[in-house]
């Protein structure tokens, strides 16, 4: 028997319709999507979003391009993708540089991480080291600090992203020493630097440094967070091996350009809770020194805009200038 429908419902249901795709989260990409990554390949932003890609890949069915923008701690990579279409096929993976330092170090900012984004999620936190070449001789953060007032200006701190650039300046003013800072456009550079002897340390990220420090040719002293993470429970907290209150909360979050529909918003933060809270991924980024962190997309916008206050004033009590 044929059943019929009120007019009142036929006129409705096209209006229906995007409703019930947007709850089903029917959105997905028609073609590749290009995830930028603000740091050179190699890096651990850059590690972290190839793995990101290789599973959205697999789930998604199509081609993710990774393409790095290195430079001008992040803002080059913010900038190109501000100025993308927002329909969900161009996003990028942030970090606490160009989405939190980087516009407080910067005169004249290119760009507005609030107003020209749109969040999808937080996507974890890094674990980064205070490193020093294998052949400086000291053992400890202690012995640094006392090798570095015995030679003031003489040690070198390299730095491949706003964290580094900060804390050095962290390490300088809470130490009080007097260690030149080196600034590289990317972290790998200044890693090669250091395993070199050209340089004598640098904060790296563990996800681009661990197979060094494995090897011996890097020399942990201390890690950034506040007290000591169970991925890495020998690595003391700087803040208790001689610079008390020492801390700096480094992470990663991808965004999209401003006016991202809601729906492809929704299906984006979907998919990364997806694949990120499989116990095997969570796995694969804690040996790469990532703690992993999800987060709704409104959520990830409160945070980003606590981050650049808080890294505002880090730069400010370091006694940063913007240049």
């Known amino acids: 028997m044929a059943s019929f429908l009120p007019r009142r ?35 651990g932003t850059d590690t972290v979003a190839r793995m990101l890609g290789a599973l959205l890949e ?25 100025r993308a279409a927002h329909d969900g096929h161009t996003v990028m993976i942030t970090t606490n540089s160009p989405h ?24 974890g936190t890094y674990i980064f080291v205070f490193a020093v070449n294998d052949q400086v001789p000291v053992r400890s953060m202690q012995d640094f600090l ?12 390299a730095s491949g992203n706003t964290t580094g650039v900060v804390g050095a300046a962290m ?38 440094s661990r197979a060094f420090l494995q090897e011996g040719k890097l020399r942990p002293l201390g890690i950034t967070s506040a007290q000591r993470t169970p991925l890495f429970p020998d690595w003391p907290a700087l803040s208790e091996v001689g610079l008390p209150g020492f801390e700096m909360l480094s992470w990663m979050g991808a965004v999209g350009p ?12 979907a998919a990364i809770r997806k694949v990120w809270d499989r116990p095997e991924t969570v796995r694969r980024l ?20 606590q981050q650049i206050a808080f890294w505002g004033e880090q730069a400010r009590a370091a006694g940063i200038e913007p240049e």
């Open 9 to 43: 419902a036929l006129l409705a249901a096209p209006l229906l319709a995007p409703a019930v795709l947007r709850a089903q989260g029917a959105w997905k990409p028609s073609r590749p999507v290009t995830m930028i990554v603000p740091f050179a390949a190699g890096s």
């Open 58 to 82: 697999q789930d998604w069915g199509i081609q993710v391009v990774i393409d790095n923008r290195p430079g001008a701690n992040g803002a080059i990579a913010a900038v190109t993708t501000a």
């Open 100 to 123: 939190g330092a980087t516009p407080a170090l910067m005169k004249r900012p290119t760009y507005d991480a609030v107003a020209d984004f749109s969040p999808l999620s937080r996507m």
């Open 146 to 157: 006392a090798m570095a007032k015995a030679q003031p200006g003489q040690l070198t701190c």
């Open 171 to 208: 390490l300088n003013r809470i130490g009080g020493i007097d260690v030149t800072h080196v600034p590289y456009r990317s972290s790998p550079p200044a890693m090669t630097d250091v395993i070199a002897g050209r340089i004598t340390s640098m904060f790296a990220d563990v996800a681009s």
């Open 258 to 269: 401003a006016r991202m529909p809601e729906e492809v918003v929704g299906a984006w933060n």
């Open 286 to 305: 804690g040996d790469v020194g990532i703690e992993k962190v999800t987060s709704t997309a409104a959520e990830f916008g409160a945070f980003i805009r």
